[in-house]
């Protein structure tokens, strides 16, 4: 059976006004029908539709002189009532839901996490121990500190992503995926979960933090401005989001980064960023487990005795 071929209406969502109910020709809109009654989409246009009633089943009963022909037609209406959904309009669009193995069990999707493989996890572009790099200079403010890395990170991350942002588009990335089957979700200004595409996401990130970084309120840059009360608080808010955003082109845009040459740039990126918030403790480890395998693989300082090659320039 070709799938445009019925439309089948089912009125639990709105009841059909009386001379909706009853007009099968009159108006402007098809009549709505009652559950298990098929129309056949190929005659909507004279607005004669074909109407599968009880009266119809006994009568191609009669014609067909067969019960089983009835029951097989039974069938396949409750068949295309539980997998589709179905619009005011008349159309349809197939249920997803129940999409699975015919036993009902979900697919296992197996995760191949490339980016552990010692081949890539050696590629950077720096050999040093990152940690001296983050520590707080002695004769520097704190949140002067925080503030400066904090912009950095955007602006170094913001330019790794846009490498790839020609790959991720709403087609290759309909959710905001990492590894471990993460998917994050944006939040609205009332903590309302909005569902949005991964190059949506990383727009919202990027603004927000952008936004906040050039406020001078927020991120004061003029001698003698202080910094607020919320100013950690901001900073670990935009940590989160960075993390979200490196641990997305770690899982959906690993080979595209590979292919532009790129790696080593990521790891040492991706390294110096966790280190710098496990010092400060910018992120809850718990927002960043899903990361951990490869956090230790590239946060672990190289022994001082081991000549670490550096494989990019
Ligand atoms: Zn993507």
């Known amino acids: 059976m070709k799938r445009n071929r019925f439309t089948i209406h089912t009125n639990v969502s709105s009841k059909p006004s ?12 098809l009549p709505m029908l009652s559950k298990g009654e098929i129309l056949d989409s190929s005659l909507q246009s004279a607005r004669r539709p074909f109407v599968f009633t009880l009266q119809k089943r006994e009568k191609v009963k009669k014609r067909n002189n067969s019960e089983r022909f009835c029951r097989s037609l039974d069938i396949l209406i409750k068949f295309l009532s539980r997998r589709m959904r179905f619009k005011r309009n008349g159309s349809y669009t197939l249920n997803r839901k129940g999409k699975g193995k015919p036993n009902g069990k979900k697919a296992v999707v197996e995760e191949k996490k490339h980016y552990l493989e010692p081949e890539y996890t050696k590629v950077r572009v720096v050999d040093f121990d990152l940690k ?3 520590m707080l200079p002695s004769e520097i403010d704190l949140n002067e500190w925080l503030a400066c890395n904090t912009t950095t990170f955007f602006n170094l991350i913001n330019l790794q992503y846009s490498t790839i942002s020609e790959f991720c588009t709403g087609e290759t990335c309909p959710n905001m995926t990492a590894a471990c089957s993460q ?10 979960k909005i569902k949005c595409t991964a190059p949506q996401y990383v727009d919202f990130v990027m603004s927000q933090i952008q936004k906040l970084v050039t406020d001078e309120e927020i991120f004061p840059t003029k001698y003698g401005k202080e910094f607020p009360n919320s100013f950690e608080s901001l900073v ?6 960075l993390f979200h955003v490196l641990a997305h082109i770690y899982w959906a845009h690993f080979k595209e980064t590979v292919a532009l040459d790129l790696l080593g ?14 010092e400060f403790n910018l992120v809850d480890p718990k927002d960043t487990c899903i990361m951990d395998d490869l956090s230790e693989v590239l946060c672990t300082p190289p022994p001082p005795s081991a000549h670490n090659h550096v494989t990019e320039r």
């Open 265 to 278: 740039h990521l790891n040492t990126l991706y390294a110096h960023f966790i280190v710098f918030v496990r």
């Open 132 to 134: 001296e790099l983050v």
């Open 183 to 192: 998917i994050f979700s944006w939040e609205d200004e009332k903590r309302k």
């Open 18 to 29: 009386p001379t909706e109910a009853g007009m099968p020709g009159g108006g402007g809109r």
């Open 236 to 241: 670990k808010k935009i940590c989160k989001f």
